[in-house]
């Protein structure tokens, strides 16, 4: 039967074609299909527990829904061709099909307000956990590929200049922390996520006396919303989850453009597999690092996810206004472009070719242990600024000879400082400049190793 919509008792005239179709949501909130029915289950149960519905509805009610969450589960085709406004009204036409007047008495006290909170927060919880096994997987291929490589050391830069070697596994496990702590956040936002609104009605509550905090404990919820206004309105956790994806998409970008930077001919210190690259129409030559570019965009898809929920949140009176319906695709498009986001970055960082030469070419030129010949002075008793001057004259030295800092004389050293002796030289080595860096968070071979095994032991 084709479900008649929910409100059609005051009107006289038919809705138009045009704004039905404008005003419909099925076409995207199908999606929460099984949170609807779940939620539906247990909003039956608290119906019959106060009185409202005879057990033997309250069963035809239960029964009707869990057929109904087979079908839709089991049948690709259950959703086709319904024209209902929206995911509640296609679950009761449904169940009025199988359970008639008992499905019926099932929307008593309820309004669609405090059910749309209701099923997208159980949406959002899940899409939440299983959000935050995907970014382990990111984290995993992370570690691993830092595991991997644990004798390579790379330039690292700052404004993209060489500025001090650090071990490659220090770059890969930089990303780690950042993911780290999108977990973190996405931990956190659950927290908030996970209160029930059911129970608030269209507005003002709930006139049947239903056991709101049983509800709760049935689908799972940590606590009951506190404030019906504010709970049907609501549209924080949505913000707060697209926003974590944001931050997320920001940290994929930031490997992203890493990736694609090293990638790069000048670069050549990765080379993607193919499985991951795409070639030219034109020129034979080319292998791109589409995957990563892609990432790299995508995360603008995702902050204007962000934009619109906050635009469209800001200047609402309260409670309930129909503005909200467009949540949904804004947290769906965040959900699935994270997810495929994380998915092919970790397939990428697992094929990844290191050309350890390459690495080791630029990262024992350009001058990037001149920082350590200003320590060594300092420990000779030089006040850092000074042997900042000192040194600045030293690498002005070795342009001019066009030599690399371990290959100055020492006798063009003692020119620029007495304090220089033999000894300067065994400093400057790639190996003994990282190792240097021996404190915690640091990028000595030593410290790295521990954060490996850590970072092993938080995954
Ligand atoms: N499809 C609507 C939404 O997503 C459901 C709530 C409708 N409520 C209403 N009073 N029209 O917001």
Not at 31 to 55: K, M, T, W
Not at 237 to 250: K, P, Q
Not at 301 to 322: C, E, H, I, Q, W
Not at 438 to 453: D, F, H, R, Y
Request: hydrophobic share 40%.
């Amino acid at each position: 039967m084709e479900p008649k919509n929910l409100w059609g008792g005051r009107f006289k005239e038919k809705t138009d074609p045009e704004f039905a179709q404008f005003n419909n949501s099925f076409r995207f909130d199908q999606r929460l299909f099984r949170a609807d029915v779940i939620a539906s289950i247990a909003y039956g149960h608290a119906l019959e527990n106060a009185g409202v519905l005879s057990n033997a509805e309250a069963q035809a009610i239960q029964d009707g829904l869990n057929l109904i969450l087979k079908n839709g589960t089991e049948d690709p085709k259950y959703f086709a061709d319904s024209n209902a406004e929206d995911v509640h009204s296609f679950v009761e036409g449904k169940l009025v099909d199988l359970a008639g007047d008992a499905g019926r008495k099932l929307h008593t006290g309820r309004s669609r307000n405090d059910q749309v909170a209701t099923d997208f927060r159980l949406w959002i919880r899940d899409a939440i956990d299983s959000l935050t096994e995907t970014v382990a997987s990111t984290q995993l291929a992370l570690l691993t590929f830092a595991e991997s490589n644990q004798s390579v050391v790379i330039p690292g830069y700052t404004h993209l200049q060489r500025a001090q070697p650090v071990m490659l596994a220090h770059w890969s496990l930089a990303y780690f922390e950042m993911l780290a702590r999108d977990r973190d956040r996405l931990r956190d936002a659950r927290n908030r996520v996970n209160v029930l609104p059911l129970g608030s009605g269209a507005l003002s509550g709930n006139s049947f006396q239903i056991d709101r905090e049983t509800i709760a404990r049935e689908l799972g919820f940590d606590e009951v919303s506190l404030n019906s206004l504010d709970a049907v309105s609501d549209r924080d956790f949505c913000i707060e989850f697209v926003s974590a994806c944001s931050l997320l998409m920001v940290h994929l970008s930031r490997v992203a453009e890493d990736i694609i930077l090293y990638a790069s001919t000048e670069f050549g210190f990765f080379e993607l597999s193919d499985a991951v690259a795409t070639g030219s129409s034109l020129m034979p030559q080319k292998k791109n690092p589409d995957s990563m570019e892609l990432v790299r965009g995508k995360s603008g898809r995702v902050f204007g996810d962000l934009l619109s929920l906050l635009t469209v949140m800001k200047g609402l009176p309260l409670a309930y206004n129909k503005d909200m319906q467009e949540d949904k695709e804004a947290v769906f498009d965040a959900y699935d472009t994270t997810s495929a986001c994380l998915k092919i970055t970790t397939t990428v960082l697992s094929g990844i070719t290191v050309d350890e030469k390459r690495i080791h070419h630029a990262a024992t030129t350009g001058y990037m242990n001149a920082t350590e010949i200003a320590d060594y002075l300092v420990r000779k008793g030089m006040p850092f600024r000074e042997a900042h001057e000192v040194v600045g004259r030293v690498v002005m030295r070795a342009l001019e000879l066009n030599v690399e800092l371990d290959r100055i004389e020492l006798q063009e050293l003692r020119s620029i400082s007495a304090l220089f002796g033999e000894d300067v030289y065994a400093g400057l080595s790639l190996q003994s400049t990282v190792s240097a860096k021996n404190v915690i968070g640091g990028t000595s071979p030593e410290q790295v190793k521990i954060a490996l095994a850590r970072a092993r032991e938080r995954l």
